[in-house]
């Protein structure tokens, strides 16, 4: 191993360890090491690409890293949402909600299974943005901690990401590379496609959730009932789902046609909000409450992992993962899935994917075989590994960005808690699932 990628590897080694060594400060860490990775650029062209080198060419390099369809989604759902919560709909959502469930446990569950279900039609940070209130404002109702309810409904939301071509980035790409339109991810060439496997996989993790939460079975009381103040934010959410979908099925969208349709949600909400309330309160009050310091770690962590992979590492471990299976598809898909759960649980799987969607063809173009078993397994690893860790994944790191701004810190032997069992059950589910129905 060269110099060339031992020192991206040894930085983005101590970035993760420090990240998990400071979780209050790891937006600052995380920048800093996208800076270093930015000058490292500077003085080794190789890592950004171009002979030339030069500052104008890293800071170029590094901003084409950024994915700016997910910060402008997320930058957009967040104003959207700060209205959306100021119209009390999270309230009545929420007493509906406990009415309907026996005791706190199955409030939990119930929470649990919506946020999959919104969040296979929609990109999993804006679900965890959107139902995420309604999680405060149960715990609120309960008096209890909200902070294993929201990491609940991050990983839930996380989970079933991958079970629609709209549901998360990672599946847009897979679409791309496999050919698949938005009905292939249900059935695709006569057989159940991968939103079977998300699905069994979510059900799985069901139990988990009820025993971490086996012993708040304290009936629910209400003594309050809120009303909505304003259905036009709720409205405006519910048409932003929408054109995301019918957006999947344009031909020659632009690569950021997500982030600007929840940019554009958030101009009218924003100009509604304006005419209505005569005055720009209501516009300066979203945008205090928009998380920059989630902004600013998860741009950080796309320029580092660009960097990684610009190294040559990821590289690597594709070569790698190809002489440990030996020929054998049952294990290369094996190292496939698993690998991919490792990995993700650190880094962010949309380059990741990225990388190793090209990959996984060439392995199945060698071994003669069709390459969705290793797409799905590909796919369901990378989605759900991110689970494992309070970063892996961008619904996590929003989901404890919110937890933050309303006075919980969260531990990660809190996450490990949830997150290790619940990856464990859903992954295990569509490891099998995939193989027996795929390969």
């Known amino acids: 191993m060269d110099i060339q990628m031992l020192i991206p590897l040894i930085a983005f080694a101590m970035t993760y360890v420090l990240m998990i060594a400071l979780p209050k400060v790891r937006h600052w860490v995380a920048a800093v090491s996208a800076a270093l990775f930015i000058i490292w650029g500077v003085v080794s062209a190789a890592l950004w690409g171009g002979a030339d080198g030069g500052v104008a060419h890293a800071l170029k390099s590094a901003a084409g890293a950024i994915n700016w369809n997910v910060l402008m989604m997320l930058f957009g759902t967040m104003g959207t949402v700060y209205f959306f919560i100021e119209s009390k709909m999270p309230d009545v959502m929420a007493e509906k909600l406990l009415r309907a469930a026996p005791n706190t446990m199955w409030v939990v569950v119930l929470l649990?299974?919506?946020s999959g279900f919104i969040s296979a039609f929609m990109d999993n940070v804006a679900t965890v943005l959107m139902i995420a209130p309604i999680g405060l404002a149960v715990a609120k109702q309960l008096k209890i901690s909200p902070v294993d309810m929201l990491i609940c409904i991050s990983v839930s939301s996380n989970l079933q990401g991958a079970a629609t071509l709209v549901g998360d980035t990672t599946s847009i790409m897979l679409g791309g590379a496999a050919g698949m339109?938005?009905?292939?991810f249900f059935f695709f060439q006569g057989r159940m496609s991968i939103f079977w496997a998300v699905e069994l996989g979510a059900l799985a993790t069901v139990p988990i959730i009820m025993f971490i939460f086996r012993k708040q079975r304290q009936?629910?009381?209400?003594t309050v009932s809120s009303k909505v103040e304003d259905v036009v934010p709720s409205l405006l959410l519910t048409l932003n789902i929408v054109l995301l979908i019918v957006a999947s099925f344009l031909p020659n969208m632009p690569e950021t046609i997500n982030g600007i349709i929840c940019m554009a949600i958030f101009a009218?909400?924003?100009?509604?909000?304006?005419i209505r309330n005569k005055g720009f309160s209501g516009i300066a009050a979203s945008f205090r409450e928009i998380d920059y310091r989630t902004l600013l770690l998860l741009a950080s962590l796309f320029i580092i992992i660009r960097g990684v992979a610009n190294a040559g590492v990821l590289d690597l471990v594709a070569e790698k993962m190809v002489l440990l299976g030996g020929g054998n598809l049952f294990v290369i898909y094996s190292i496939i899935v698993w690998l991919s759960v490792?990995?993700?649980?650190?880094i962010d799987n949309i380059p990741y994917v990225a990388t190793m969607l090209p990959v996984v063809a060439v392995i199945a173009a060698q071994m003669g075989v069709a390459p969705y078993v290793l797409y799905f397994g590909l796919l369901t690893g990378a989605t759900l590994g991110g689970n494992?860790?309070?970063?892996g994944a961008s619904a996590n790191i929003a989901a404890i960005g919110i937890l933050r701004k309303n006075g919980y810190e969260v531990q990660n032997k809190q996450f490990f808690r949830i997150g290790l069992p619940f990856t464990l059950a859903a992954v295990l589910t569509g490891y099998?699932?995939?193989?027996f129905v795929w390969a």
């Open 112 to 114: 649990s299974l919506f």
């Open 181 to 184: 339109n938005f009905m292939d």
């Open 342 to 346: 490792l990995l993700s649980a650190f």
């Open 432 to 435: 099998l699932y995939i193989w």
């Open 268 to 274: 009218v909400t924003a100009l509604y909000s304006l």
């Open 219 to 222: 009936k629910v009381h209400i």
């Open 388 to 391: 494992i860790t309070p970063i």
